[in-house]
């Protein structure tokens, strides 16, 4: 019964570290830069992936960790933006936590 349990125990560890190790990715977008409109604190810039979907990328000092990591986006840049991806009915967002590549 105690061999049950800790093979119980390591199969859900295993589980949960596999899971997370996916989720990386699914908050990571790419594409390229369509517009961008400014705001008090920072901008917003579409962007369109590989796959034709449309995101409102938000991005200010604050959310990617100071002015060190803050950079300025320019249209028809290729991009690559961490963050939290939420939807509303008609439009895909992320709010922008990392800048990982500009091209």
């Not at 093979?7 to 961008?36: R, Y």
């Not at 060190?68 to 439009?91: A, C, F």
Request: net charge positive; glycine share 8%.
């Amino acid at each position: 019964m105690k061999n049950l349990k800790r093979i119980g125990f390591l199969a859900v560890l295993i589980m949960f570290v596999v899971s997370c190790a996916c989720m990386k990715d699914k908050n990571t977008i790419s594409g390229k830069v369509e517009s961008i409109e400014f705001g008090k604190d920072g901008y917003t810039a579409k962007i369109n992936t590989a796959k034709n979907e449309v995101y409102f990328a938000t991005i200010s000092i604050v959310n990617v960790g100071g002015p060190q990591n803050y950079k300025k986006l320019k249209e028809g840049d290729e991009v690559s933006l961490k963050g939290e991806i939420w939807k509303t009915d008609t439009e895909k967002h992320i709010k922008v936590k990392e800048i990982v590549s500009v091209k």
